[in-house]
């Protein structure tokens, strides 16, 4: 039985097209943009806009992509606080937001935020006003809180 379904596998494998007529995805479902900023938060972390994931997507043959900002790391409880943290999670969620405007056809752009925070609500609220930003990624944070939306 188990030398008949290796011989059937070998023989589907050499058929023409069987291997190509498997789909690759069509969209990658999370990654992240890295503003010079937020790079200077780890070592060995380099920069990637927007044009540097089309470019990884089209080397993949994947066509989209949901772009997630790491904003929320400016406000990550196991790094020293910063004095101006939430001016910072603005503009990282605003640089993504900009970023995945220059291929509006390829990149869907979500903010983030820390919901702990005391400023967590007013930024969600920004970030849903921007045209760009869908649904926010909230940090492990999240998972204490009990919500509901809609």
């Known amino acids: 039985m188990k030398i008949a379904s290796i011989a059937v596998l070998l023989v589907l494998l050499a058929l023409p097209g069987y291997q190509s007529a498997q789909t690759k995805p069509q969209i990658d479902y999370h990654q992240h943009p890295f503003n010079p900023e937020i790079t200077k938060l780890a070592k060995g972390l380099n920069p990637i806009a927007a044009s540097d994931l089309v470019a990884l997507l089209e080397k993949a043959g994947i066509r989209r992509a949901l772009v997630f900002s790491i904003a929320y790391q400016f406000s990550n409880a ?73």
């Open 78 to 150: 196991n790094k020293p606080p910063f004095e101006d943290e939430y001016e910072r999670v603005k503009a990282e969620n605003d640089w993504t937001s900009r970023q995945v405007a220059l291929f509006p056809d390829r990149l869907r752009g979500f903010c983030s935020v820390n919901p702990l925070k005391d400023y967590a609500i007013a930024e969600i609220g920004r970030c849903a006003k921007d045209p760009q930003l869908h649904a926010g990624r909230t940090q492990a944070a999240f998972r204490k809180l009990r919500c509901r939306f809609g």
